[in-house]
C-alpha cells in the first residue's frame, strides 16, 4: 500500500498527440483534447473501438510517447518519461525466461537495491495473492497462459507503483480463464488499492472491473460513466443481474456510436 502522506492523483488536462503519418505523408491526430482526473486507488476502464486513441493515452501516461500538448500529472508532478511509480501490463506476458517466476516478480524491488531475501518474500507475499506460491521456483515456460499473466500482474504491483496501466492484459487467453483473471484483477485491486488504468475493446469487461468506465471517440472522452456495483465482484452473481446488463447496454450503445 502506498504510505498515506499524499494523494497520488493522476491527472489528464487537455491531452493532445500528434504524429506524422509517413503512409499519409501528413499529420495526424490521434488523442484530442483529453482531460480525465483518477483519484488514488480508483479503477477505470477505458474503452472504445480501435483507433480512438486508448492506448496512444495509455502510452503517454506511461512516459513511452511525449505528448503534443496539455500535461499529464501525478500528485501534481509532471510526467517526463517512464517512472517505477507506473506499472504496465501488456497484452503479452513480458516474463523474463531465463529467470524463475519469484525472480521476476521480485525483480523491481531488486532493482530498487533491496536485498535478494526480502525480494524473494516480496515475491512470495503477492505471488499467494494469486494463490501461485508455490510455483515461484518454476520458469515462465512452466506455467499455462492464464498463469502467466497472474505473474504479469502481480510482477507489476510487487515494485508498488502509484498507478498500474493495463493495456487489453486479457485479451490473449480462452474466455473462462479470462472471467477468472477478472475476478482475481479485482480481488488484487481490493487487498492492494493501486489505482488502475485499464484498457479493453471488451465492454462487460470494463463495466464487471472498473468504477468508472470511459469511452474514447476519435480522440475524445465520449462518456465517464460511475458503476455503481457492489464488491467483490463474481460473475456468477452478475451475469444475470439487470443492473450489471444496464450498465452494459449503456456502454456498449456509447461505445457503437462512437
Known amino acids: 500500500m502506498g504510505s498515506g502522506y499524499s494523494m497520488k ?5 487537455n491531452v493532445s498527440k ?3 503519418d509517413p503512409y499519409a505523408g501528413a499529420n495526424v491526430t490521434a488523442v484530442h483534447d483529453i482531460s480525465l482526473k483518477v483519484n488514488q486507488g480508483e479503477f477505470i476502464s477505458i474503452v472504445g473501438p480501435s483507433g480512438c486513441g486508448k492506448t496512444t493515452l495509455l502510452n503517454m501516461v506511461a512516459g513511452f510517447l511525449p505528448i503534443s500538448g496539455g500535461s499529464i500529472t501525478i500528485d501534481d508532478k509532471p510526467i517526463k518519461g517512464p517512472g517505477a511509480d507506473r506499472g504496465v501490463v501488456f497484452q503479452t506476458f513480458a516474463l523474463f525466461p531465463w529467470k ?23 515475491a512470495l507475499e503477492f505471488l499467494s495473492l494469486v ?11 512452466e506455467l499455462s497462459g492464464g498463469m502467466q499473466q497472474r505473474v504479469g ?7 508498488n507503483p502509484d498507478v498500474l496501466l493495463m493495456d487489453e492484459p486479457f485479451a490473449s487467453v480462452d474466455a473462462q480463464t479470462r472471467m477468472t483473471l ?16 485499464f484498457i479493453t475493446h471488451d465492454v462487460p469487461e470494463s463495466v464487471f472491473l472498473a468504477d468508472r468506465v470511459v469511452v474514447l471517440s476519435k480522440g ?17 452473481h452478475l451475469i444475470e443481474d439487470d443492473t450489471f446488463k444496464g450498465f452494459s447496454s449503456q456502454v456498449l450503445s456509447k461505445v457503437r456510436s462512437a
Open 9 to 13: 492523483n493522476l491527472t489528464i488536462q
Open 18 to 20: 500528434t504524429y506524422f
Open 100 to 122: 524463475t517466476v519469484g525472480e521476476n516478480v521480485g525483480f523491481g524491488p531488486r532493482m530498487r537495491g533491496l536485498p535478494k531475501k526480502e525480494c524473494d518474500q516480496i
Open 131 to 141: 494463490g501461485l506460491e508455490h510455483v515461484a521456483q518454476k520458469y515462465p515456460n
Open 153 to 159: 500482474v502481480v510482477r507489476a504491483l510487487a515494485n
Open 182 to 197: 477478472q475476478e482475481e484483477l479485482t480481488k488484487i485491486w481490493q487487498a492492494r488499492r493501486p489505482t488502475i488504468l
Open 220 to 236: 475524445r472522452v465520449l462518456e465517464d460513466m460511475p458503476i455503481q456495483l457492489q464488491r467483490p465482484r463474481v460473475w456468477e
